[in-house]
């Protein structure tokens, strides 16, 4: 199975990202997804920072993709979006179907994001399409108009203050408990476990999975890509599970893989 990275969801500094895929040039990951896709505010990189990035990807031997938007709320934001899609020298994956009607207007061949719902049953997977698994990060389980890390330092989504540059994984919400449950990320709630499917790497392999996913994190990326490297490069499974899940912070889940509660977690054989 060839190994994605997807874009980074935080916000972080203009070199740290510079410096982030310098390191990714050298890693395991096959595909690279580039670009902003929580929060067109963010504007540490320009345009052509991302495609001098994707160039230099590009150098390095990756297959480099063009990420898009989720939420697309104004009509500059749908330039910006149009803009890529029309790039003409890069694949674009789709995150909404404001990009879907640029490319498919276009003819363009693109991928769609995990965040392009699909419900429909004849939606099925034809055949000579790559299939793509979320295998590594924080779940994202829902986008919103407001953005709830502004609010939760009681500020306005137009007046933000950009304070997503102070969570480089997200803001982290505790129960009364004090349990972690959520990850607040701009206008992105995502799990405060970290999902993983490396335990079940056997079992997406003899469904035909093509692709497994890398969410990108603050810390860990580069060595959760050399453990599932590792993984389908023959190595002990189960072994590797276990130092991944070592790395993760908050712990890891795995209950959408396992027909479970999702923040349940545990090596079993069903997929």
Wanted: one cysteine or more.
């Amino acid at each position: 199975m060839k190994l994605s990275l997807g874009p980074i969801p935080w916000f972080w500094a203009r070199d740290r990202v510079f410096d982030f895929y310098r390191a990714v040039a050298d890693s395991p990951a096959d595909i690279v997804c580039l670009g902003e896709v929580v929060c067109a505010k963010r504007r540490e990189l320009t345009t052509e920072d991302w495609f001098a990035i994707a160039r230099a990807l590009r150098a390095a031997g990756k297959d480099v993709v063009l990420s898009t938007l989720t939420l697309v709320e104004a009509a500059s934001e749908a330039a910006q979006v149009r803009r890529l899609c029309e790039n003409g020298e890069f694949p674009v994956e789709a995150n909404d179907f404001t990009a879907i009607r640029y490319l498919t207007a276009a003819k363009a061949a693109f991928s769609t994001g995990p965040s392009v719902n699909i419900y429909n049953h004849q939606a099925r997977r034809p055949d000579g399409v790559e299939t793509e698994v979320f295998a590594f990060g924080r779940l994202p389980l829902a986008w919103s108009a407001r953005c709830f890390t502004a609010r939760s330092d009681d500020l306005p989504k137009d007046d933000c203050r950009f304070r997503c540059l102070d969570y480089p994984d997200g803001r982290l919400l505790r129960t009364r408990e004090d349990e972690a449950f959520l990850v607040l990320n701009g206008i992105q709630t995502l799990s405060a476990r970290t999902h993983q499917a490396l335990d079940a790497f056997d079992e997406l392999a003899e469904r035909g999975v093509d692709v497994l996913r890398i969410s990108p994190q603050a810390e860990v990326t580069l060595a959760v890509l050399g453990l599932f490297d590792e993984a389908r490069n023959g190595g002990d499974r189960a072994a590797l599970a276990a130092r991944l899940d070592a790395l993760l912070p908050g712990g890891a889940c795995s209950g959408y893989l396992h027909d479970r509660a999702g923040m349940d977690h545990g090596h079993s054989h069903a997929a």
